[in-house]
């Protein structure tokens, strides 16, 4: 029994890892609450996810608040875009439907499509930023060129992460507590997907020991 409830057992690590994942989506959460930071919450939540919750570096709240500032302008003017876009598909989008008595037509088509290249783009945007120090526009332009190379993990992180949000709003009202594991683990399930793209987009040079051992980043392991 005392095997069991030892801190190197596999359950007590397993509820580490469980209290690890939910304390994320409440830090998560509470960052997004004035809407303008969700951009710089969603870099910092796959940030901690990969470094914390993955490879076991760090703690919680110090590595999602260092993401969280060092990311915080490029992330928030990102998200500021993708908001602003976003509600100008959906007005026009609704625009077109209601002025054609609901029917649907080619721009309503060339919108919604245009509205699924936005949303793709953000899917990569967050995680690139999180990882590498680039310019907005180069971080846009890569996401835009993942999206489209990858349209075969593109179309996963879409229905998962709308999947993940959906989740959120629908149980919260029925389950308050089981949502918040949500954000964390849509991260994490988000992340064994993601990172097989981000490392092939990074160029590290290797760093040997003095026993010609090579060390690793963290997010090389």
Not at 104 to 124: E, L, R
Not at 201 to 217: A, C, L, P, R, S
Request: charged content about 15%; aromatic content about 16%.
């Amino acid at each position: 029994m005392r095997e069991i409830f030892n801190s190197d057992s596999k359950l007590m690590k397993i509820l580490g890892k469980l209290f690890d994942i939910g304390y994320l989506s409440i830090v998560f959460i509470i960052f997004c609450i004035p809407i303008v930071t969700i951009g710089a919450s969603l870099t910092a939540l796959y940030y901690t996810t990969v470094k914390v919750i993955r490879r076991d570096r760090g703690y919680v709240f110090q590595e999602f608040f260092r993401s969280f500032r060092l990311n915080f302008l490029n992330a928030t003017i990102l998200w500021i875009i993708q908001l602003l876009l976003t509600v100008l598909m959906v007005f026009n989008v609704s625009t077109i439907v209601e002025d054609n008595g609901g029917a649907v037509n080619f721009m309503t088509g060339a919108y919604i499509v245009m509205g699924f290249i936005i949303y793709a783009v953000a899917c990569y945007a967050y995680p690139v930023l999180s990882r590498f120090d680039m310019k907005k526009r180069q971080i846009v332009r890569l996401s835009l060129y993942m999206a489209i190379k990858h349209i075969y993990f593109t179309i996963p992180f879409v229905i998962l992460s709308f999947a993940g949000v959906a989740a959120v709003v629908l149980l919260i009202p029925y389950f308050p507590i089981v949502p918040l594991l949500i954000p964390a683990l849509t991260s994490l399930l988000y992340s064994f997907m993601m990172e097989i793209l981000l490392k092939k987009y990074m160029h590290t040079e290797q760093q040997v020991t003095q026993d010609g051992e090579v060390i690793k980043q963290w997010y090389e392991e």
